[in-house]
């Protein structure tokens, strides 16, 4: 049976973003060997969406995206765009120092990992 996930970020600057997710998000990991990092994540999702092609898209949710983005903000971090109201929730994105964008934002729908 399935018992987990595994999510993969490709970056142009891997130990930049590796150091954001351990320092400015305090995210705890493991060291599969040789400095690669791999970090536990908050509980996961997964949605599927239709479009014209396959893609793939990464997002971080939090209980107040406001709050979280100046917690954020504070620690240096940069973000793309203002947070809005996308009806199903509040977002915004914010910009990995590989040069990767995020989404983060808070929910208004009912959240799967409860089940």
Known sequence: MINGAHVVIHSRDAEADRAFFRDVLGYKHVDAGGGWLIFKLPPAEIAVHPGPGSSHEFFLMCDDVN??????????????????????????????PGGGDVGLYEPRHERAHAL
């Open 67 to 96: 709050a979280t983005r100046e917690e954020l903000l504070a620690q240096g971090v940069e973000f793309t765009r203002p947070v809005s109201d996308e009806g199903w929730g509040l977002m915004t994105v914010l910009r990995l």
